[in-house]
């Protein structure tokens, strides 16, 4: 079951992040919306209506999560660079999962997600590292994250849906 739940892995902070670490992070950000779209581009709706695994999310659900989730980022991002060191709104991801939205085509979550991505890379790239340690406050967690460590996370959590639906084809021989 946990491999059905984390096919990569949880995500793991470095102790220290290098430019290195961020520039692998920023290219698989880039790279996602376009594997995802290969990945999905041809699945029926049945496909799209079944879970990843039991008990979790349908890959439709998926896909739309990843877009309201890197959505998300993308504003965390910018209120992390305009304010200082805001507190953000935090949302209910499963709730969101269970809206109306989530059952509607996967093209405008596929266009969304290319374009949200578009505008992180091309921002972080502009970025100097020393700007990505600027921070936000999650309230759930209650303590800072900086750009640095959201980089990663986004990249991880592409990489980590990416798997799920990967894994599901692959599963079911699509």
Same mark, same amino acid.
């Not at 877009?67 to 507190?87: Q, V």
């Not at 100097?128 to 980089?151: C, G, S, V, W, Y």
């Given at each position: 079951?946990?491999? !059905?739940?984390?096919? &990569?892995?949880g995500?793991e902070?470095?102790? $220290?992040i290098?430019?290195?670490h961020?520039?692998k992070?920023?290219?698989?950000l880039?790279?996602?919306?376009? #594997?995802l779209?290969q990945?999905?581009?041809d699945?029926?709706?049945?496909q *799209?209506d079944?879970?990843? /695994?039991?008990?979790?999310?349908t890959a439709r659900q998926?896909?739309?999560?990843l877009?309201?989730?890197?959505l998300?980022?993308?504003?965390?991002?910018?209120? #992390?660079l305009?304010?200082?060191?805001?507190l953000?709104?935090?949302?209910?991801?499963?709730?969101? +999962?269970h809206l109306?939205?989530?059952?509607?085509?996967? $093209?405008?979550?596929? &266009?969304? *997600?290319? #374009?949200?991505?578009?505008?992180i890379v091309?921002?972080? /790239?502009? *970025? /100097?590292?020393?700007?990505?340690?600027?921070?936000?406050?999650h309230?759930?967690?209650?303590?800072e /994250?900086? *750009?640095?460590?959201?980089?990663?996370?986004?990249?991880w959590?592409? +990489?980590?849906?990416?798997?799920?639906?990967?894994? !599901? +084809?692959?599963r079911n021989?699509?």
């Amino acid at each position: 079951m946990d491999s !059905l739940k984390f096919p &990569i892995g949880g995500f793991e902070l470095p102790a $220290e992040i290098s430019e290195q670490h961020i520039e692998k992070a920023v290219t698989q950000l880039e790279q996602l919306p376009s #594997a995802l779209r290969q990945l999905v581009s041809d699945w029926s709706d049945t496909q *799209l209506d079944t879970p990843y /695994r039991e008990g979790g999310w349908t890959a439709r659900q998926l896909i739309h999560h990843l877009a309201d989730s890197h959505l998300h980022s993308l504003i965390r991002y910018k209120w #992390a660079l305009s304010e200082e060191t805001p507190l953000i709104k935090a949302y209910d991801q499963d709730g969101w +999962a269970h809206l109306p939205d989530a059952q509607m085509p996967i $093209e405008s979550s596929l &266009i969304l *997600l290319e #374009a949200v991505h578009q505008k992180i890379v091309y921002l972080v /790239r502009s *970025l /100097r590292f020393d700007e990505m340690k600027q921070a936000f406050i999650h309230p759930d967690a209650k303590k800072e /994250r900086t *750009l640095l460590e959201n980089t990663l996370l986004y990249a991880w959590h592409g +990489a980590h849906h990416y798997a799920h639906l990967e894994g !599901l +084809a692959k599963r079911n021989h699509w």
